[in-house]
């Protein structure tokens, strides 16, 4: 690599020099390494000399001199590493400028008080290496994408063998080689370039010289296959080669065993779409009788809900989901149903369902159903025996940043709602009946009770012979620290109430 | 047939899906020295179709044979379309014979609904499995599953699968049953919740340290623009619930393209790739942004203007709230500016810590100046107040009016 390297464009390129300090030029031969670049830099910087005092190029046939010793240096330089980051990429990059702009880089964060340079990315400097950097990091990505294996043989323990041909702008192999490593480790592979070439075999990596030309040149069957895959995946209605080519590039297709087909797709694709515009419409066929078509009818079409008419648990659940008599079921996920058995002693009623309980189609499985569980079980009541439900049916929420916030029922959603409530109260007819918070109280004993005025059993014959009314464990959940354990206790009271009442009896 | 042959077949019938992303997965390779393949991180295109599309799997349905008769589908019942079928032996090895080539990420699976959606999902299930468990595949992996199907069966998918995702593709239940009579949105709903709770307690089981899991680290699905009357209005807004509801990592806009076997109920026209290409800024911009669906689209304008982007059309009807100065807006105002993305903006709040932000400094960060121009204040540019009340902005902004032509590049 010793081509490139111009001296008249390099003087024109430096900024603000005087021609005196040519005659203090050091010249410096960095190669093609990072590593080369970074025990040279780290020595001039050492010694103080300044970047317009070095010229990074090839040493052969230099009109300057070498830095007469390289000294180990004791100052070590510290930068932040994202310099150490960047420079790495820019290092890969194939313009000869790229040494010169990284010790001028490093020069102005070591020793000029310019430790923050990287952080203003519109400074030239930076700019350009974040520039150069990119391409470098573009370039990695596309050899990931567009090497393409050959199969090359197969080893006697069945090991397999491949090789690819692939020509970077920049010297990327060994940066890109990982990759390939990684997902690739059990067959035996090369990748050539006339950038390097990276070989992967038994188990064993090496990195070897670039050569000019591919050295083997034989497609491989699959190649044939990848093109009918290529040639049948593209839409000709869609056609919009500016955009793939700003993505595939020209100059990567000539190694590419699709690319040929490019063209000739994209000529033919007027044709055929016009074809497909002007072809005449097809009438549509009747839906053939299918057991299964027919069952997928039944899930979709409800009956007209009316919960006076329904006739099971079964039923009411299967008709909430076709109600629409407030505008909750249209952002929900589903109606949540009452859950339990039929002739449960015990019913108790939530306020509507929240995040979980609406994904999961089932009452009380989230936070607060948790916390109800555990109260539950320190009352001494089994849940599985309780119909568990809500008073509204489906989960009304308002968004919050990325979430569904749960947003309180109205009036007019809990009026809509309870003929369902009724229907399930009547079916399941129980003789007690535990209403956690203010949207069951008001569903079921209407808008004057209260949570905090009516705590405890209350009096409503009309619903169930022992009606406990107490907070939603909700509330549990929001109240601060220090009153947690006191309402927990105090709401697990209030369900032993449920109990002792029934024990009365 | 040939397997070449009914590659043809399934790989056209599969062209019509959108989602092309191998990105997301779980971080794992075979440098261990076990296994084929590896993947997470961003995904990789290995190529790239005429139509400008990523191709980054082996993207094939399992068979084009359906049940089903949605109308903007080549593969529905009423098609008289060529049909073919993968045996699942034959999907495993080509994905394996592409991969060790490079050719692709991994596999993109779909089937038309054969007998019944569990039957269809067995058979799709089967692919990944085998894939997974007899050839120790690290490779990337889609299944597109079937609302209908048992949970056990989906969640079978989830945990063999990178990435599942049932398609919704219309946003209302009446443009379905118009279309596509045998979809439910509900029960899509339904399904996609249920997934979202798996996803969830996966996601769960990983933070508490169980490290043999694998399983999906997300769900997506598509819509397809231009075949009903839905306005971008109900893309968005169903876009938004399912974000919200069941953490899509994506929804795809698929502007409907003409098909063979067209049928009567569809629009013969070419695909809008305009609008979709709008659908897409706008969802970013709700995902990313911060903005609402309801500040870009109006129950008056339920539709986004075509002649420019959201971003443009929000901040000409919002001028009031410019020029913002670059050196003290907050990182959400500035992310309102058009023509300034997110990566500039966080470069900018860098470098104002340092110095004061000129327009040279944007030219060098490769800001476009004509586009931001009369939305910002620097240090050396203070806009005169009639460049952002006057008519003339949005003409000026706005591309010159071209006949949006199907088979040029009509994207913007
Ligand atoms: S919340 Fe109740 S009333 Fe409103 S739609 Fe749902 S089931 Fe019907």
């Not at chain 1, 470098?136 to 063998?161: L, S, T, W």
């Not at chain 1, 990276?198 to 040149?217: L, N, Q, T, Y």
């Not at chain 2, 690290?138 to 049932?166: F, M, V």
């Amino acid at each position: 690599m010793k081509t490139w390297m111009v001296t008249v464009c390099w003087r024109g390129w430096l900024r603000g020099r005087s021609n005196s300090i040519f005659s203090a030029m050091h010249s410096l031969d960095p190669g093609d390494s990072f590593a080369t670049w970074r025990i040279k830099a780290r020595d001039v910087l050492a010694r103080g000399i300044p970047p317009e005092e070095i010229l990074w190029e090839a040493a052969e046939g230099s009109l300057f001199e070498e830095p007469p010793e390289m000294v180990t240096v004791a100052e070590s330089a510290v930068v932040p590493p994202a310099f150490v980051g960047l420079a790495k990429d820019v290092s890969c990059h194939a313009d000869p400028r790229r040494w010169e702009l990284l010790y001028r880089l490093l020069w102005r964060i070591v020793k000029s008080g310019e430790r923050h340079v990287l952080e203003i990315a519109s400074d030239p400097d930076v700019a350009m290496a974040h520039r150069l950097a990119k391409n470098v990091r573009r370039e990695i990505h596309k050899m990931h994408a567009f090497v393409r294996f050959r199969k090359a043989g197969e080893a006697d323990d069945g090991r397999e063998r491949f090789v690819a041909w692939f020509e970077p702008d920049h010297f990327i192999v060994e940066a890109a080689a990982p990759f390939f490593r990684k997902r690739f480790a059990n067959m035996d592979w090369s990748i050539f370039t006339p950038k390097g070439c990276a070989h992967w075999i038994a188990g064993e990596f090496k990195m070897s010289p670039g050569v000019p030309r591919d050295p083997c040149d034989q497609p491989d069957v699959m190649e044939g296959i990848w093109r009918t895959y290529y040639r049948s995946i593209f839409n000709p209605a869609r056609l919009k080669m500016k955009a793939m080519q700003s993505e595939m590039p020209r100059r990567y297709w000539k190694n590419l065993p699709e690319a040929d087909l490019i063209d000739e797709l994209s000529r033919e694709s007027t044709a055929r779409t016009h074809g497909m515009i002007e072809e005449p419409l097809r009438p549509v066929k009747r839906a053939p009788a299918n057991a299964y078509l027919g069952k997928l009818q039944d899930l979709s079409s409800f009956p007209v809900a009316d919960p006076a008419a329904s006739t099971s648990l079964h039923d009411i659940a299967r008709m909430t989901q076709a109600c629409r008599q407030c505008p909750l079921w249209e952002h929900a996920t589903a109606a949540v149903p009452g859950e339990g058995p039929e002739n449960a002693h015990i019913m108790i009623v939530g306020e509507q369902p929240g995040d979980r309980e609406d994904l999961e189609g089932r009452p009380f499985v989230g936070p607060a159903g948790q916390l109800l569980d555990r109260a539950l079980v320190e009352a001494g009541l089994d849940r599985s025996t309780c119909y568990v439900t809500n008073a509204v049916k489906h989960f009304k929420w308002t968004p919050r940043g990325k979430l569904r916030l749960h947003q309180k029922p109205g009036a007019g959603e809990i009026e809509a709602c309870k003929p369902w409530l009724l229907a399930e109260l009547s079916k399941v007819a129980p003789e007690i009946v535990i209403l956690l918070g203010g949207t069951a109280a008001r569903s079921l004993l209407g808008p004057d009770v209260q949570v905090t005025k009516h705590r405890g059993l209350v009096a409503a014959p009309q619903i169930a012979s022992r009606v406990v009314l107490t907070v939603h464990p909700s509330y549990l959940l929001r109240v601060d620290e220090l009153r947690k354990e006191a309402e927990f206790r105090q709401f697990v009271a209030d369900l032993k109430l449920a109990v002792s009442s029934q024990v009365q009896e | 047939m040939e397997v070449s042959e009914k590659l043809a077949i399934l790989a056209d019938a599969a062209k019509y899906d959108a989602s092309c992303a191998s990105s997301g997965a779980t971080k794992r390779d075979s440098a261990d020295g076990r296994g084929v393949g590896s993947a997470g991180g961003a995904g990789i295109c290995h190529s790239y179709a005429p139509d400008g599309r990523c191709i980054s799997l082996l993207k094939i349905l399992l068979t084009n044979r359906c049940l089903y008769d949605c109308h903007y589908c080549i593969n529905r019942r009423s098609s008289n379309v060529r049909r073919a079928a993968f045996t699942p032996e034959e999907a495993v090895t080509l994905t394996l014979d592409f991969y060790k080539r490079n050719y692709i990420e991994g596999l993109f699976l779909s089937s038309g609904i054969i007998r019944s959606a569990d039957h269809t999902m067995e058979q799709v299930v089967q692919v990944a499995r085998t894939l997974r468990e007899v050839h120790d595949f690290r490779g990337y992996i889609h299944l597109k599953t079937i609302p209908e199907a048992s949970p056990e069966l989906i969640e079978q998918a989830a945990r063999y699968a990178d990435r599942i995702s049932i398609n919704l593709e219309l946003p209302t239940q009446q443009s379905l049953d118009r279309l596509a009579p045998e979809k439910n949105l509900a029960r899509t709903k339904q399904a996609m919740g249920r997934i979202r709770v798996k996803l969830d307690d996966a996601a769960e089981r990983k933070r508490e340290g169980d490290r043999k899991l694998r399983h999906a680290t997300g769900q997506s699905t598509q819509v397809i623009v231009g075949a009903d009357a839905a306005t971008d209005a109900d893309f968005l807004a169903r876009s938004d619930e399912l974000y919200r509801a069941y953490r899509l990592r994506r929804v795809y806009y698929s502007a409907f393209s003409p098909i063979p076997e067209p049928s009567s109920v569809l629009p013969p026209v070419a695909p809008p790739l305009v609008r979709e290409h709008r659908l897409y800024q706008a969802d970013w911009l709700m995902r990313y942004y911060g903005f609402s669906n309801s500040e870009l689209l109006t129950p008056e304008q339920p539709n986004l203007d075509l002649r420019i982007d959201p971003k443009l059309a929000w901040a000409l009807r919002n001028r009031q709230q410019f020029p913002l100065n670059l050196q003290t807006a907050s990182r959400l105002e500035m992310l309102r500016v058009p023509g300034l993305g997110m990566k500039n903006v966080d470069r900018l709040l860098s470098i104002r810590r340092h110095t004061h932000v000129r327009l040279a400094d944007l030219a060098r960060l490769r800001i476009s100046l004509p586009k931001v121009r009369a939305f910002i204040i620097t240090a050396d540019h203070h806009p005169a107040r009639e460049d952002l009340d006057g008519d003339r902005l949005l003409a000026r902004l706005a591309p010159r009016p071209v006949q949006l032509d199907l088979f040029g590049d009509a994207q913007p």
